[in-house]
Each structure stands twice: as structure tokens, then as C-alpha cells.
């Protein structure tokens, strides 16, 4: 995967639009669907405009998850053999300060991971293994990779972590639902960008941490020329800094290129499309995907 590489701006505004089409063998009634394609906004991260729409016409109702995502509820009116969903925003992205310059004290991440107070029962599920069986074997590898440091003290764990999975795991585009265990991640030694998030965030889990995963866009030289794809990666919850992002595909933290859509202790919770539809005897036809970005003044 190459990642567009730029010179630091001080605010970067990037478009993008995310098409997508299924078709189907003949006229079919659609149930709900439920879009997750609003980028989400932070104190760095501004939706400038945002423009979502639906043919056969539809009625959408916005709403906020618990996980505080943007989400719509797609009522579709009609009965149709084409489903047709677009969506098309501009996000300014300010800079994010870097914490470590600031103070040298939050250098990395302390270690072993401790959450005060309320955060501990906050983030309780955000530390639990979605693979429980494979919790030892995945401790396994990361004490393996030499990366934690002795107790009480700081190391950039996460970052040495994301770059021990993107040396080992080859990058597969894969268009096939659902995502690959931790284990299977490390033994095929391939796997899509939400197989290797999952596998990042499962690693941060048996340690301690708090994680997430993160579905959204990343400004590629595939997505400049319309082919681009939707993207995962996961964060961590460092106590004195919050969430911050790491793309275990490229092997770095999430950088100006990355745009978060949604969050969930679960990657499947945060599908960019899901819903239903019936018709006696009509069937899908492959569907087709078109996500282009630019960068504009």
C-alpha cells in the first residue's frame, strides 16, 4: 500500500467521495439500511460539508450511537433492481501537538497500563479479548517481539508493535466479509487492513490496554485516482493523551491522510453499509465500489 507523503500544512482539507452500488437479478423490496459514512469530529477534525444520497429515494433519519458515531437509518421507499449510495464530504484536519515534544515524561507509553478511577470501569470493555481463546497465544508473540519495557517505566510500545505487523504481515486486499482471528492474522502472515487492526488491537488487549477499532478512509495514490477503498486501524487509550491511532498496514501512527467514520470495541460494528432486502426469486449481482479523494485549498 503507498501512502500519499506530503509536507506538513498547517490545515489540511481533504474531499472525498464514497460510491457504492448493488444490483440485483430483478426488482426488489429493501428493508432498512444503516449508513455509517459520517466522518467523526474531534477538537483537530472539522466536517465542512457533508452531502449523503440515497436512489431509489429514501427517508434518512440521523442518529448518535453509543459510541457517539454519526450513523443514518435508511427508510427506501420504492422497489428497485439497482441500490445506489453516495456519499460525499470535506473534512478540515488541524494539526495535532506533538506531546512528546512538549514533555519528555510522555515519551511512549507506561507500562504496565493503569486507568484511575472511573476510567477503569469505563474502559473495561474496551479491554476485553473478542478472542478469548487466543488471548495467551497473542501475549505470547508480543512479549516475543521484545517491545514492552520494564515496569514503571515508558516505551513507545505501539509503535514498535505496529511496525513488527507490518514487517510480518503482507498487505491482501480481501472483498469477502468479516475479518481474520489474531492467530490466523500470524500464521498466514497476510491479511487485509482490518485483519491486521484487529490483530493490533487484540495485541494491545492482552497487555492491558484499552483499544478500539476504527473504520474510515485513507488518502492513498489508489484513492486520488478513484480506486481507492474504505480502511481500518485501530487506537489505543493512553491515559494521559486519549486516544490516539496506529495503522499497523503501514506500520505507523495514523497520520493527516487518515479519516475516522466510526468506532467500536468490535470490528463489526462499524460496517460502512448493512441492511436487507426481498424479492421471490431475484437475487444480488456483484456490487461496485468507487472512493476517490482530493485535496483541495
Not at 15 to 30: L, Q
Not at 78 to 100: G, N
Request: aromatic letters at 10%.
Amino acid at each position: 500500500m503507498e501512502v500519499v507523503d506530503t509536507a506538513h500544512e498547517s490545515v489540511v482539507r481533504l474531499h472525498f467521495i464514497h460510491e457504492t452500488i448493488y444490483r440485483y437479478s430483478g426488482p426488489v423490496r429493501f428493508g432498512p439500511h444503516r449508513l455509517v459514512l459520517r466522518p467523526r469530529e474531534s477538537h483537530f477534525e472539522r466536517v465542512e460539508k457533508l452531502d449523503v444520497s440515497v436512489s431509489p429515494d429514501a427517508r434518512l433519519h440521523w442518529y448518535q450511537d453509543i459510541y457517539s458515531n454519526i450513523l443514518a437509518r435508511a427508510e427506501l421507499l420504492d422497489m428497485a433492481d439497482t441500490l445506489a449510495i453516495r456519499s460525499e464530504f470535506t473534512i478540515c484536519k488541524y494539526p495535532v501537538p506533538d506531546w512528546a515534544e512538549e514533555d519528555e515524561a510522555l515519551q511512549g507509553e507506561e507500562y504496565p497500563a493503569y486507568y484511575p478511577g472511573i476510567e477503569e470501569s469505563a474502559s473495561h470493555l474496551y479491554r476485553r479479548s473478542v478472542y478469548p481463546p487466543e488471548v495467551e497465544a497473542v501475549r505470547k508473540w508480543v512479549r516475543g517481539l521484545n517491545v514492552l519495557p520494564s515496569t514503571g517505566t515508558r516505551a513507545p510500545i505501539f509503535e514498535r508493535i505496529a511496525a513488527a505487523i507490518n514487517e510480518r504481515v503482507g498487505y491482501q486486499r480481501r472483498e469477502v466479509s468479516g475479518v481474520q482471528s489474531p492467530t490466523e492474522t500470524l500464521q498466514k502472515e497476510t491479511g487485509s487492513c482490518r485483519d491486521t487492526a484487529v490483530l493490533m488491537m487484540e495485541a494491545g488487549r492482552c497487555i492491558g490496554f484499552a483499544t478500539r477499532f476504527v473504520s474510515g478512509y485513507l488518502e492513498s495514490q489508489n484513492s486520488k485516482v478513484g480506486k481507492g477503498s474504505t480502511h481500518a486501524w485501530m487506537e489505543a487509550y493512553l491515559p494521559d493523551r486519549g486516544w490516539v491511532g496506529f495503522d499497523p498496514s503501514i506500520g505507523k501512527p495514523v497520520g493527516e491522510g487518515h479519516v475516522a467514520v466510526a468506532v467500536s470495541h468490535h470490528p463489526r460494528g462499524v460496517m460502512p453499509i448493512s441492511g436487507s432486502f426481498e424479492g421471490l426469486g431475484n437475487t444480488a449481482l456483484p456490487m461496485e465500489v468507487n472512493i476517490q479523494s482530493q485535496r483541495i485549498s
